[in-house]
């Protein structure tokens, strides 16, 4: 949460103020021109606060993927029952 500037849970550092607002804000920055640039490369970034629950985060990714590829709903824990190919890449218009 505090590298990438969470709106609920980043704390700006009380010294050296300014140094870490430019430091923080060059890593939103950042983080905006790659997913910018994975978009253009035709991925969907996914971002996921240390605070969120991983389960919850898990299976909205799951059914994101699921909406995205037209795939029918994966059984098992998050999916285990993966497709042939899948091996973890979810890509806009990608089948495998």
Not at 10 to 18: A, E
Not at 37 to 64: K, P, R, S
């Amino acid at each position: 949460c505090f590298w990438h500037a969470c709106p609920d849970h980043g704390v700006m550092p009380k010294n050296n103020r300014d140094w870490w607002s430019d430091k923080l804000a060059a890593t939103v920055a950042r983080d905006s021109k790659k997913d910018a640039a994975l978009h253009e490369l035709g991925w969907h970034a996914i971002h996921v606060w240390e605070h969120e629950d991983a389960g919850a985060a898990a299976d909205a990714i799951v059914e994101l993927w699921r909406k995205r590829t037209g795939r029918p709903e994966m059984t098992g824990p998050a999916g285990a029952q993966a497709y042939p190919g899948g091996r973890g890449r979810f890509r806009e218009g990608h089948q495998g």
